[in-house]
């Protein structure tokens, strides 16, 4: 065998051979555009070189469980709350769509469920929205209401996974 072929699951993917040879400040700027803890974006430029966006999924998903409350707070503070109609970002945006098209009784429905969450929980409500609706983000977030803080710690830990994963797959792929 000559070497890995494109093919092979050894192949490094196109992107992420773009994204390793960024230098450090551009690819911890880009990271910041996926998540806006710098702790996070730093640890994940400094595991570089990934080859594969399995490997840089993986390292995301170890940084960001090794990050303290602080590193969290920072992450949390990059992201709107879910059917706010001021999204700071187009990413962001976009993964809420699903709210674009909701009923004001939905949009006053979320806006008092996302303030009880924020006074029983002290941060934003985080969801993958992603490919949901309205009615399903606000069940969701209805339905965490019930959880504990440790429950919901570790929700929004992996929430914060997922959308983490969605947006450095968009990064990685939309490199090539």
Request: proline share 5%; glycine share 8%.
């Amino acid at each position: 065998m000559t070497g890995p072929t494109s093919t092979d699951p050894r192949s490094p993917t196109p992107g992420t051979a773009a994204f390793d040879h960024l230098p450090r400040h551009d690819a911890v700027a880009a990271l910041l555009s996926v998540c806006s803890s710098p702790a996070w974006a730093e640890a994940v430029a400094d595991g570089r070189p990934y080859h594969r966006l399995d490997a840089l999924l993986a390292a995301a998903d170890d940084r960001l469980a090794r990050l303290d409350g602080a590193g969290i707070a920072d992450a949390l503070a990059g992201h709107p709350r879910i059917g706010e109609r001021a999204i700071h970002s187009a990413t962001s945006a976009r993964e809420q769509a699903g709210m674009s098209d909701a009923s004001d009784e939905v949009r006053a429905a979320m806006a008092e469920a996302n303030a009880e969450y924020e006074r029983r929980f002290g941060h934003v409500y985080l969801v993958c929205a992603s490919g949901r609706g309205a009615d399903e983000l606000l069940g969701v977030l209805r339905e965490r209401l019930g959880n504990t803080a440790g429950e919901e710690t570790r929700r929004t830990r992996t929430e914060l996974a997922a959308i983490n994963r969605l947006r450095l797959t968009g990064l990685i792929v939309q490199d090539r």
